[in-house]
């Protein structure tokens, strides 16, 4: 690379936006901080640099040029690859799951709402995110609903039916109530414990068992 500008060993054409912001930067001779670009190498190997530059000038402010350090993060850049298609395939996953299936925090907020919940519920997903899970329940069972969750969070077991403690009953965006059949978990992350709930609506299987009667 020596002899050579930044432009001519960058292989990707990226985020042009980037570019544009980080030539800005250099034209004005202004230090920077970690800007990521693939560098030219080896087709089927490629190469992530990550880079960073103060510059340097003389005593009567005459600019010399940058001095820094550069850091190859290919092995970073293909963990967060990975990771990005894991998530793809885990969203895939959520949306073609006919139960609703929300994961909430130990505070009692949605971080979770997959599009069967998105189908149960009528929230969309961004309406439901961040708020409470009190929403997807009628005012006169929430207290319930509470009590149960928190002396899960104290058992050893990592699974159990919620329906176990009674009728469940779910709140539509409409204001509509239906039973529902609903089993939760935990995952505990450090400190950190999420709890997934799985739900199906259990009208049809209600209305089934009216009709049999």
């Known amino acids: 690379v020596l002899g050579r500008t930044r432009l001519q060993i960058r292989t990707d054409t990226g985020d042009e936006e980037a570019w544009r912001q980080h030539l800005e930067t250099l034209h004005a001779h ?24 103060v510059p340097r000038f003389t005593e009567n402010g005459h600019f010399l040029g940058y ?9 970073l850049k293909q963990a967060e690859a990975a990771l990005r298609a894991e998530r793809t395939r885990l969203d895939t996953i959520l949306d073609l ?3 609703a299936i929300v994961v909430m925090d130990r505070e009692f907020r949605i971080r979770v709402f997959g599009q069967g919940a998105v ?11 961040g708020q409470p899970i009190e929403m997807l329940i ?10 149960h969750v928190q002396a899960f969070a104290g058992v050893e077991a990592t699974t159990r039916s919620m329906n176990e403690r009674g009728e469940i009953v779910g709140l539509r965006k ?21 709890f997934t709930v799985i739900l199906r609506d259990a009208t049809e299987r209600k209305q089934r068992e009216e009709q049999l009667r």
């Not at 009628?138 to 009590?147: A, G, I, L, Q, T």
């Not at 409409?174 to 992350?189: Q, R």
């Open 30 to 53: 202004r230090p920077f901080r970690d800007f990521t670009f693939l560098r030219v190498a080896d087709a089927e190997s490629p190469k992530w640099a990550s880079v960073s530059g």
């Open 67 to 75: 001095r820094g350090v550069g850091s190859d993060v290919t092995n």
């Open 97 to 99: 799951a006919p139960d």
């Open 119 to 129: 189908r149960t519920f009528g929230y969309t997903s961004d309406e439901a995110l």
């Open 138 to 147: 009628p005012p006169r069972f929430r207290d319930r609903h509470r009590h």
């Open 174 to 194: 409409d204001g509509g109530e239906f039973p529902a059949e609903a089993s939760i978990s935990k995952l505990e992350f450090g400190d950190e414990v999420l």
